[in-house]
Structures are given as structure tokens and as C-alpha cells.
Nanobody, 122 residues
Framework: QVQLAESGGDSVQDGGSLRLSCEAS????????MGWFRRAPGKEREKLAL???????SYADSVRDRFSISKDSAKNTLYLQMNTLKPEDTAMYYC????????????????WGRGTQVTVSS
């Protein structure tokens, strides 16, 4: 069974940086597409960044200039580097995985982590 565990969420000041991690177990992560999503209070879940099995990446317009997704297949870990954080970035952040890129693209991957909270104060 695929298990995903996020870590690295914290409370930071406006303009700060954080690096989120997502450790995968129960499968070989290199054979999956993975991504990061977030959900802020009162808002719907937002797709932030995806990385395919071959390493190609894509980003939402709202974070393209500030966030970077990467993975370390040897450690079975996905990362999200977040720079120049803003109060509107405050949300619960989730990692996700699926063998099918199409389900990640449509926001319906099979496997989710439990989330890690990011809070940005001004």
C-alpha cells in the first residue's frame, strides 16, 4: 500500500522560505507521477506543482516564480522549495502520487498524504 508523509510545515514571516518534504513508502516512487496541492480556509484545493516519472515539471501560475518541485528517488522523497512566501500562501499542503499523470492533472490522484500546515504572517 502506498503511504505518503509530509513534513516541514511551519509558521514564517512574510517573505520567508520553507522546504516541504514528502516521504513515500510501499512502492518505488520513481515509477509514479507526484505533485503538491494546498487547501486554504474557505477555498477549494489548488494544484501547485507536478513532477512526472521522467522528471519533467509543471506549476500553477500563482507559484511558478517562487516554488520549485523536485524529487530524490534514492531517498523516495518529494520536495517543494517555497520562497518569498506571502500571507495568501497560508494553507494545508498535501503531496500526492499516482501512476497515471492524467489523474494528477485533473486533481484526482489515488494517493494522498495527511498534510502539513504552512502559516505566513505579515
Amino acid at each position: 500500500q502506498v503511504q505518503l508523509a509530509e513534513s516541514g510545515g511551519d509558521s514564517v514571516q512574510d517573505g520567508g522560505s520553507l522546504r516541504l518534504s514528502c516521504e513515500a513508502s510501499g512502492y518505488t516512487s520513481s515509477s509514479y507521477c507526484m505533485g503538491w496541492f494546498r487547501r486554504a480556509p474557505g477555498k477549494e484545493r489548488e494544484k501547485l506543482a507536478l513532477i512526472d516519472a521522467d522528471g519533467s515539471t509543471s506549476y500553477a501560475d500563482s507559484v511558478r516564480d517562487r516554488f520549485s518541485i523536485s524529487k530524490d528517488s534514492a531517498k523516495n522523497t518529494l520536495y517543494l522549495q517555497m520562497n518569498t512566501l506571502k500571507p495568501e500562501d497560508t494553507a494545508m499542503y498535501y503531496c500526492a502520487a499516482d501512476r497515471l499523470a492524467s489523474r494528477l492533472l485533473t486533481g484526482q490522484p489515488l494517493y494522498w498524504g495527511r498534510g502539513t500546515q504552512v502559516t505566513v504572517s505579515s
